[in-house]
């Protein structure tokens, strides 16, 4: 089974602040990777998939790089909305793995 | 638009068989591609997959539970149904279905159900 390690644990930021998330797979997923947001109390949303491509309704401030087995989600400028947690999940191979998290906290 | 629904039973006792049943719309589970799954989150934690069903009737499900689990899909009721049997406390959870697309990722999902476990 492919493992998802998502770095930092949590991280404290500040409204405007740019802030990145890595997510490293334990073997190459190529491209086959997806980011959500999920804000308390409610189910997550998809932010970007295949590593990069952005869903549609999502504000540019959020992009997604890597391939392989290394990845990071990029948040340009940081909105209220957006002090939340965030998961990468790998669809390479079954099971479609999550990581553990990123809790994105006010400082 | 795609809206997704989960239901079920919200308090089963230990060792029982959960049956939740996801009730969608927006989108036909017979066309290519096409796939809906089950997640959970136990309260505070991480999201957990646990299982998927695709529109030709392939079906993977999560190794660690994969002796427990049988997903199913009723394509005329729009409906896919998670049982896991020999409910446990550590299956507490909020359980959730999303509609996969055929770029992957889960971009719609349910509001989810929580399911606590406890005699």
């Known amino acids: 089974d492919i493992q998802m390690t998502q770095s930092p644990s949590t991280l404290s930021a500040s409204v405007g602040d740019r802030v990145t998330i890595t997510c490293r797979a334990s073997q190459s997923i190529s491209i086959w990777l997806a980011w959500y947001r999920q804000k308390p109390g409610k189910a997550p949303e998809l932010l970007i998939y295949q590593a990069s491509a952005l869903q549609g309704g999502v504000p540019s401030r959020f992009s997604g790089s890597g391939s392989g087995t290394e990845f990071t989600l990029t948040i340009s400028s940081l909105q209220p909305d957006d002090f939340a947690t965030y998961y990468c999940?790998?669809?390479?191979?079954?099971?479609?793995?999550f990581g553990r998290g990123t809790n994105l906290e006010i400082k | 638009q795609i809206t997704l629904k989960e239901s079920g039973p919200t308090l089963v006792k230990p060792t029982q068989t959960l049956t939740l049943t996801c009730t969608f719309s927006?989108?036909?589970?017979?066309?290519?591609?096409?796939?809906v799954g089950w997640i959970r989150q136990p309260p505070g934690k991480a999201l957990e997959w646990l299982a998927l069903i695709y529109w030709d009737d392939d079906k993977r499900y999560s190794p660690s539970l994969k002796s427990r689990l049988t997903i199913t899909k009723d394509t005329s009721k729009n409906q896919v149904v998670l049982t896991m049997t020999n409910m446990d406390p550590v299956d507490t959870a909020t359980y959730y279905c999303?509609?996969?697309?055929?770029?992957?990722?889960?971009?719609?999902w349910g509001q989810g159900t929580l399911v606590t476990v406890s005699s």
């Open positions: 927006g989108f036909s589970l017979s066309t290519s591609g096409v796939g």
């Open positions: 999303a509609h996969r697309v055929t770029t992957g990722g889960f971009d719609c």
């Open positions: 999940q790998h669809y390479h191979s079954s099971p479609y793995t």
